[in-house]
Nanobody, 117 residues
Framework: QVQLVESGGGLVQPGGSLRLSCAAS????????MAWYRQSPGGQRDLVAQ???????SYSDSVKGRFAISRDNARRTVYLQMNSLKPEDTAVYYC???????????WGKGTLVTVSS
C-alpha cells in the first residue's frame, strides 16, 4: 500500500547543493514520522534527519547546520535540502515513513548522491 519514491540525487561538486524529494503514496502521511537515511558503499545505513508530524526536526551531528529536512503534507512529500556538500556525503539516500497506526517502517529504493570534483 505505501510507496515512497526518492528523487533529486546526482553528481555535485564539493561545496555544492542538492535537494532531495520523497513522494509518498498510501498511509496517513500527515500523521507519519519521516526520515532520511544514507548508506555509503560497504557501509551501514545511518540516520541523517528526522521530522515528526508536528514538524520537529533532528539531525545527525555530521550534517547539522548543512542539511535541512522539511515536509509538505498537502503534496505528501518530504524534502532534504543539502548544502555545503562534502565528499563524505556521497551515499545512497533513502526515505523512510513510520506508520502512525502500526509503527511499521516503509522504505524507498534510494537515490544516489555523489559529491566529487
Amino acid at each position: 500500500q505505501v510507496q515512497l519514491v526518492e528523487s533529486g540525487g546526482g553528481l555535485v561538486q564539493p561545496g555544492g547543493s542538492l535537494r532531495l524529494s520523497c513522494a509518498a503514496s498510501g498511509g496517513i502521511f500527515s500523521l507519519s514520522g519521516m526520515a532520511w537515511y544514507r548508506q555509503s558503499p560497504g557501509g551501514q545505513r545511518d540516520l541523517v534527519a528526522q521530522i515528526t508530524p508536528g514538524d520537529r526536526t533532528s539531525y545527525s551531528d555530521s550534517v547539522k547546520g548543512r542539511f535541512a529536512i522539511s515536509r509538505d503534507n498537502a503534496r505528501r512529500t518530504v524534502y532534504l535540502q543539502m548544502n555545503s556538500l562534502k565528499p563524505e556525503d556521497t551515499a545512497v539516500y533513502y526515505c523512510k515513513m513510520t506508520s502512525h497506526l502500526s509503527g511499521r517502517d516503509y522504505w524507498g529504493k534510494g537515490t544516489l548522491v555523489t559529491v566529487s570534483s
